[in-house]
């Protein structure tokens, strides 16, 4: 099985600050990754597909990047609307794999 | 609009059994593939099933291999998972999930259903 690795598990961070996430997977994974951010008490909701392909509607200020078995997730400009959990996903093959998360918090 | 509500979560006893449905509306649903993905109470998301367009394959994680059976009816648009053999582990909020398949991707999930296995 793929093993897919988060880091930070938790960040803490300003509105208007950077922040990058990592995801590394135990193998490539032909950049089949995709980010999803998930609010308390919400179904998670699809950001990143592919690594780097914005899903439509979502803000730009989210990118992927990576390729092989390291991908991050930016966010350029925090905002208020941003504090929540953040997980990575491997579709390359099944068992389908998620990160631990990311739980992104008020500074 | 994309629609999917997940139903048929509940209270039930160890070893007991439930199925979930999720009513799907808004796109082709013949022609998507389909996934189940559980979230026990305050951990991350674990995969579980998923299913192909026909329902002629379908995967299962190993930690429900052998006691969950997802299956589909096209007809009716539903997706379901068969749950037996429940255990305490199996407490989760279980959501359907939509696969678009190009991108390999969950673009749509269900609102969630809660399973809790207790006696």
């Known amino acids: 099985d793929i093993q897919m690795t988060q880091s930070p598990s938790t960040l803490s961070a300003s509105v208007g600050d950077r922040v990058t996430i990592t995801c590394r997977a135990s193998?490539?994974?032909?950049?089949?990754l995709t980010w999803y951010q998930q609010k308390p008490g919400e179904a998670p909701k699809l950001l990143i597909y592919k690594a780097s392909s914005l899903e439509s509607g979502v803000p730009s200020r989210f990118s992927g990047s990576g390729s092989g078995t390291e991908f991050t997730l930016t966010i350029t400009g925090l905002q208020p609307d941003d504090f929540a959990t953040y997980y990575c996903q491997q579709y390359n093959e099944f068992p389908l794999t998620f990160g631990g998360g990311t739980k992104v918090e008020i500074k | 609009e994309v629609q999917l509500v997940d139903s048929g979560g509940g209270l039930v006893q160890p070893g007991g059994s439930l199925r979930l449905s999720c009513a799907a509306s808004g796109f082709t649903f013949s022609r998507s593939m389909m996934a189940w993905v559980r979230q026990a109470p305050g951990k991350g998301l674990e995969w579980v099933s998923s299913?192909?367009?026909?329902?002629?394959?379908?995967y299962h994680a190993d930690s429900v291999k052998g006691r969950f059976a997802i299956s589909r009816d096209n007809s009716e648009n539903t997706l379901y998972l068969q749950m037996d053999g429940l255990r305490a582990e199996d407490t989760a909020i279980y959501y359907c999930?939509?696969?678009?398949?190009?991108?390999?991707?969950?673009?749509?999930w269900g609102q969630g259903t809660l399973v809790t296995v207790s006696s």
């Open positions: 299913i192909s367009e026909s329902g002629g394959t379908r």
């Open positions: 193998q490539s994974i032909n950049n089949w």
């Open positions: 999930a939509k696969t678009e398949a190009r991108f390999r991707t969950f673009d749509f």
